[in-house]
């Protein structure tokens, strides 16, 4: 995020235009927001009207762990439905709460939360001169570590300072010259970025790789990040991947291609939507044909409880049901950006005149009549 939000403020600002920086900036700052929170919304309000319209009951009864654990039950009645919409519309940018109808949608709050973080060391740094940027932007970083451990997010200054440090390293001549190396530099950093983003999230010590991996943590890591190794060793390999990806001309090459640029382009789409579709499409074709059983699972309060559920299916199923709902969230998401996208840039481009004056200054123009007298003849 870092990156590619940092790459024209920086173009600008190398080119001696640090006026255009800063507006490009400020603009920046209002635009970012809305063009999160006006997807996240619509998105919620589709889920909300699919929950409570029947659509995630086959979901809800699936014995896969991640569908019944993450489906929401319908309201029941109108005036708890609208509640419990503004509830998810709120949780999703509240800290320590959670979107029941868009469980994904966690992550967001840390996207502005790194937006604005994004926005404020861009304005600090654009008036310097490159190797000061640098410097400072790596001291940001390290007292990031800091503010991590106090809010618990997930190493958010980490990722966007040093996104902003490897946009300044793009655009400088640091490529060009490591490029007639990269076919020996890029591979094997790849691999061990890779390595590092694959560090799990529980039970690091049921593997030797992991297991060594988090005793290399507690050995040397701040004390600061000892809660979320796996997130530090996720930034770390993000961070490595990227800065291969930017010196390795292969790469970049077979990464610019037509499909996988679409698929940057819907990802944010595709982020949003996917959670509907594992609990409506991926979940009706996983259990199709199949009658429910009844297991006895253990309650909460240690006793043994009569449970009806959709059993899981064989593979064949799993992978028809999981190309189906591929390409439909490939579909949702395509119309998504072409339909969609357009309308809450619109409506961001108006609410952003709204603050900054603009439309209140066309509105009192058009109602003053002409600035200069007309001709008569």
Known sequence: MGL????????????????KALQKLASSSFSRIFRLVLPATAATIISWLICNL??????????????????PKPSKNGYEAVGDLLYGLKATWIYRLENPYDQPQWAL??????????????????????????????????????WSGMLGDPLTGFCCFLGIVLAEC?????????APYSPFVSPPTIL???????????????????????DIARNYFPVTTLGVVERLYGSIGGVLLIAAIIISPHARWALSRKPLLW?????FAIYLLHGMFLRTVFAWILHLGQSKVITTKQADDGFGKLVEHYPLPGTSQRVLATVVMGVCVAIASHFWNSKLEPVFAKITSKLE????????????LSNTGPLLPLRKD
């Open 4 to 19: 590619v939000n940092a790459l024209k403020p920086l173009q600008l600002a190398r080119s001696d235009q640090v006026d």
């Open 54 to 71: 029947g659509f995630y009951a086959t979901a809800a009864q699936s014995d896969a762990f991640w569908l019944h654990t993450n489906t």
């Open 109 to 146: 709050i840390y996207l502005l939360q790194g937006s604005i973080m994004i926005i404020s060391a861009l304005s600090l740094v654009v008036t310097m001169t490159s190797r000061w940027r640098t410097v400072t932007l790596f001291l940001l970083t390290c007292w990031s570590l800091d």
């Open 170 to 178: 793009n655009l400088s001549n640091i490529p060009r010259l490591i």
């Open 192 to 214: 061990l970025s890779l390595f590092l983003m694959s560090y799990p999230a529980s039970y690091p010590e049921t593997a030797f790789w992991s297991t060594w991996l988090r």
């Open 263 to 267: 698929l940057g382009k819907a990802s």
């Open 353 to 364: 005149g709204i603050v900054s004056g603009n439309a209140q200054i066309k509105d009192s």
